[in-house]
């Protein structure tokens, strides 16, 4: 496995910070570099960039919910520590997918897996997750999915 120029990215930028003594973003960076090695470590492997996608795709739906949860619970400070960490996120995520992009993308794997039911969703689901990961909220997606098949 190839090593992850997302990760080397992260790291180059961790020291910028640390140099520049930006000690918000660098914690954020820190969180970020701290969950991708862990997931090295669970794995036993170095992860490629799909993987290190994955590690920050899952960190910026966490918060996404937490800053959601910590609004409603009157918490502004704490949302706003959130939406700064999700913003550090997003730099090193792809570009989102339009409602239009993803909608495309869920016919065309519609149509290659021969779906017609709702029983072949996960075909469909495993042909779409390698093409939207990081791009799209796996929910919206699957969401988008189960109504093109009827469910």
């Given at each position: ?36 090695q862990q997931r ?112």
């Amino acid at each position: 496995m190839s090593a992850s120029a997302v990760r080397a990215r992260i790291e180059h930028d961790m020291k910028a910070a640390l140099k520049g003594g930006d000690k918000r973003r660098l914690g954020a960076l820190r969180l970020m570099l701290a969950a991708i090695q862990q997931r090295e470590i669970d794995a036993r492997t170095r992860l490629d960039d799909a993987g290190v996608m994955a590690v920050l795709d899952k960190m910026a739906k966490q918060r996404r919910d937490a800053e959601a949860q910590y609004r409603e619970a009157g918490r502004e400070d704490l949302a706003e520590q959130e939406r700064f960490e999700l913003a550090v996120i997003a730099d090193y995520l792809p570009e989102p997918l339009s409602g239009e992009a993803l909608d495309r993308l869920v016919e065309a794997a519609v149509a290659e897996a021969g779906a017609a039911s709702m029983r072949d969703m996960g075909r469909v689901m495993a042909l779409l997750r390698p093409q939207v990961q990081g791009r799209a909220d796996m929910g919206e997606v699957s969401a988008r999915v189960k109504a093109r098949l009827g469910g």
